[in-house]
């Protein structure tokens, strides 16, 4: 996503002067965004079998929406609302994990008792630097 006056005028409006989104149409994201996005969810919806498949979980996020909208497919609750509520997910999760990220790696870089700390429960834990670059995680 490219920063841009109307990105900064769009965002702004819609935290700030919410009356001004209707009349000049603001997007929360960029139009191709959302159908990339959407592409993604339809995707591994079929995937997993479609809305109607049997009761096997995968115990994730997809599972609860795909078994709220079995159970409230009376109430006529769309796809593009299963969408938002995946996309939002996925934004808020990188913001939180970023800032914990961030702060973490602040903290080790100017204390370096946390550091020694760190350094100290190594062995317990098992877990080393040299051990971390031999692991080979598989994407299926």
Known sequence: MKYSWYRGISWSSIFFIPSLVDIFRFKMFPQNTIDS???????IVAQRGGYDREKET???????LLNIKRKADKEG????LLIAQAFIFLQGGFDTSSVVLTFA???LAFQPHIQRFSENIQPWVGWTAKRARTIKLTIS
């Open 37 to 43: 996005l959407s592409k993604i969810f339809r995707t």
């Open 58 to 64: 995968n115990n994730d996020l997809l599972d609860a």
């Open 77 to 80: 609750i769309s796809e593009d």
């Open 105 to 107: 790696t602040y903290e």
